[in-house]
């Protein structure tokens, strides 16, 4: 059973940065793609960033600039670094797996906060 376990989250000044990780445990036949979702309070869950195991990467437009995501040799990691945060970044952030069959797996998530 393939678990992601996410960690990094926490509560931050705006402008400051944070890293969040996610680790990936368990059967995972080839990965197609790893990243990273939040869901703000009330509003839709959202693609934050993902990044192919040929590491090709894409980001949400507000985060442009900002975060950057990177992956591990293995493809069992992934990383967001996340600066010059602001509050509208405030969210739950989720980890995705999605491997070559496109089944997609979820971690529990991680709490972001930025303070204003």
């Known amino acids: 059973q393939v678990q992601l376990v996410e960690s990094g989250g926490g509560l931050v000044q705006s402008g400051g940065s944070l890293r969040l990780s996610c680790a990936s445990s368990?059967?995972?036949?080839?990965?197609?793609?790893m990243g990273w979702y939040r869901q703000a309070p009330g509003k839709q869950r959202e693609l934050v960033a993902d990044i192919t195991s040929a590491g090709i990467t894409n980001y949400e437009d507000s985060v442009k600039g900002r975060f950057i995501i990177s992956g591990n040799n293995a493809q069992d990691a992934v990383y967001l670094q996340m600066n010059n945060l602001k509050p509208e970044d405030t969210a739950v952030y989720y980890c995705?797996?999605?491997?070559?069959?496109?089944?997609?797996?979820w971690g529990k998530g991680t709490l972001v906060t930025v303070a204003s």
């Open positions: 368990g059967s995972i036949f080839a990965v197609n793609t």
């Open positions: 995705n797996l999605v491997d070559r069959y496109s089944r997609a797996y």
